[in-house]
């Protein structure tokens, strides 16, 4: 158990900066998720924290040594690989006993190890395989046990479930917060998935270009997005983007775009008002449009055309058109909509997201 | 069914020319007296020849020398190919002169390195040089008995090409293991020996294996190197060359097939064991 201190961590390449000023305050046995698209310097992170890459510049501390310098192994940590990187002579039993066996821990205290780490993850009756006779799923419980018997201060995850089917990924993912609550050791899991990031997280890193976009809980991230990059980035389907310029008429604050024309909630006007007459982004969530009734109130409905409709079963998303812009709404499945039908939809005004165009922060 | 076996046709003929019918051929005429000093043609003569093999002092004391030089040459061509892979396999400043040294021996002819070799343990010039290369010869010589100089020299010879090749093969074998297998290692074991006897020797297992049966077909089939740098003289016979001095110095063609022939079955052997070492039953039925 050990809280993960990241201090202006970078890393350069030759060529590429791939982690710019990191800094990061990982609390004890917390799950922290650091998430973004391919190249955005999370795993570099994480395999930086594991030693596995030289820190350019900065400083990472686990507990309360500065590791910069130690080698991987003496950093009491243990990581579960993206391809499991079992080894494939050796038997299940063998694999997870590897860590212990080459630090010369007593046999009784490996068996026992082994023992209690295969039974949490159901696994005993695998213990003599190898990996190669063992399913996809089979090789991922087999990886987390390896780090399970080596009771580490931290668990390094470098996207340990993109290479199972998303049936069983859902299964997993369900089973290693179900282990992180029963283990609680510190956890840091990469992934570029934001719904496996939004599950699993404690906090969510949000990572872009070697830059922390934003750190916060699930919801905060999802609710209170500091820029239009997590806005979009999270959430499934994303969050909708439209370009709409501030205008004031009688006294109240309008958003207009090519296609619609709805009024700046009260509540967010002050800040907005800086805006007047200036082009800004309106973000608005899937969930956050509907199909106006009478009950919604003016100024906040306007018409579209609707574009294709996806009934999930559950819910229906309707791509619409307004204008130049294509809308995704997330509506009732009971909502009967056909293709090119007119609709009108109303929108929530208390969850309008709205972002400066030009450094694209959250107004 | 007809489409098959006419489609096997051509790889089943190439096969059955090039290697079963010299091979049948040598086994026939090992059971002959074939030799051009026989005017009247060949003649079957049954087991003779390999009776008269077995029952040779030189047979069994070329067998000692040839499985002495095999476990010799491929003990230091893996050792040194192993370290010479795992230098290349780490980006370093030093990697273009290793690959130099590791690729020259390789891709020079042979025959011109063998010649060049003679020289340096034969200087052909006298020179302050060939004194110490003769008190080398004398030294080396009068502690481990006659001729040991020139297997040495063999042996020394075979080790500096052989190596190189042994280097690019497990070269390429460790390129083919996941990187993180190594990383796994790199964060678990506490040394590097524990890191090369419990996870790189494990995994380079499939190309150890191939790398010991090539080097174990070259030393028991070295015949041109041994003949070359020993200048065709048999003082300390491999099997390949007392076979070649029976046949074409002495025209005994039917005694130089049995002799060669007589490494087919430790071939055969070899070939077995090393396949069961790599690729072992209980893995396969996995």
């Known amino acids: ?363 | 069914m007809v489409t098959a076996y006419l489609l096997l046709a051509p790889a089943t003929i190439l096969l059955l020319g090039v290697l079963a019918y010299p091979v049948g051929w040598e086994a026939w005429i090992s059971l002959t007296d074939l030799s051009p000093l026989n005017v009247r043609g060949p003649r079957f003569v049954g087991l003779q020849n390999y009776r008269a093999m077995l029952a040779e002092p030189f047979f069994w004391r070329a067998v000692a020398v040839t499985a002495v030089y095999f476990a010799v040459t491929t003990a230091a061509k893996l050792a040194l190919g192993l370290a010479m892979a795992l230098l290349l396999l780490r980006p370093s400043r030093l990697r273009p002169l290793v690959f130099l040294a590791v690729f020259l021996p390789w891709a020079y002819p042979g025959g011109v390195s063998v010649v060049a070799w003679y020289w340096m343990l034969n200087p052909p010039l006298i020179t302050s040089y060939s004194v110490l290369a003769g008190s080398m010869k004398y030294a080396v010589d009068g502690l481990l008995g006659g001729g040991a100089w020139a297997f040495l020299s063999v042996a020394l010879f075979n080790v500096w090409r052989g190596g190189s090749f042994t280097a690019v093969f497990l070269l390429a074998g460790l390129n083919a293991i996941p990187t993180e297998l190594f990383e796994y290692a790199a964060l678990e074991t506490h040394t590097a020996w524990q890191q090369l006897r419990h996870v790189t020797l494990p995994l380079l297992r499939p190309f150890l294996a191939l790398a010991v049966f090539l080097s174990f077909t070259t030393a028991f089939a070295d015949l041109a190197n041994v003949w070359m740098l020993t200048g065709g003289r048999v003082i300390f016979p491999v099997i390949g060359t007392y076979a070649y001095w029976l046949g074409i110095r002495n025209g005994a063609i039917g005694e130089a097939a049995a002799w060669s022939l007589s490494l087919v079955p430790l071939l055969a052997a070899a070939l077995v064991g090393l396949f069961r070492w790599f690729d072992p039953r209980e893995e396969r039925t996995a």
Not at chain 1, 141 to 151: D, L, P, T
Not at chain 1, 177 to 202: F, N, P
Not at chain 1, 330 to 340: G, I, M, S
Request: aromatic share 6%; net charge neutral; with cysteine.
């Open chain 1, 1 to 363: 158990m050990a809280q993960v201190l990241l201090k202006d961590l970078n890393k350069k390449y030759d060529e590429v900066h791939a982690v710019k000023d990191v800094n990061l305050h990982i609390r004890d046995k917390e799950f922290i998720v650091l998430v973004g698209p391919s190249g955005c310097g999370k795993s570099t992170t994480l395999r930086m924290v594991a030693g596995l890459e030289e820190i350019t510049a900065g400083e990472i501390a686990i507990g309360d040594r500065v590791v910069n310098d130690l080698p991987p192994k003496d950093r009491d940590i243990a990581m579960v690989f993206q391809n499991y990187a079992l080894y494939p002579h050796m038997t299940v039993y063998d694999n997870m006993a590897f860590g212990l066996k080459m630090r010369k821990f007593p046999k009784p205290e490996i068996q026992k190890r082994v023992k209690d780490a295969a039974e949490i993850l159901g696994i005993q009756d695998l213990l003599k395989r190898k990996p190669r006779q063992l399913s996809g799923g089979q090789r991922q419980r087999v990886a987390v046990g390896r780090a399970i018997v080596r009771h580490p201060q931290v668990f390094l995850f470098d996207e340990p479930l993109s290479n199972l089917d998303a049936k069983l990924r859902v299964q997993m993912r369900v089973e290693l917060k179900r282990l992180h609550d029963r283990l609680e050791t510190t956890a840091i899991y990469v992934t570029h998935d934001q719904v496996e990031a939004m599950t699993l997280g404690d906090r969510v890193v949000v990572m872009k270009d070697g830059w922390i976009q934003q750190v916060g809980e699930p919801l905060e991230l999802y609710g209170k997005p500091t820029n239009r990059f997590v806005a979009g980035f999270i959430g499934s389907p994303a969050m909708n983007f439209a370009e709409v310029t501030i205008t004031e008429a009688n006294g109240a604050l309008t958003a207009e775009s090519s296609g619609f024309r709805v009024l700046v909630p009260p509540a967010r006007a002050g800040n907005l008002k800086a805006h007047k007459g200036q082009r800004v982004t309106l973000g608005i969530r899937p969930e956050d449009l509907h199909i106006a009734t009478g009950a919604d109130p003016a100024g906040y409905t306007f018409d579209t055309v609707v574009d294709v409709v996806e009934p999930l079963g559950s819910e229906i998303l309707l791509d619409v058109k307004s204008g130049s812009n294509s809308l995704v709404a997330r509506v009732e499945p009971t909502v009967r909509v056909k293709v090119h039908e007119g609709i009108r939809l109303g929108l929530n005004p208390d969850r309008l997201h709205f972002f400066d165009m030009t450094t694209e922060k959250a107004i």
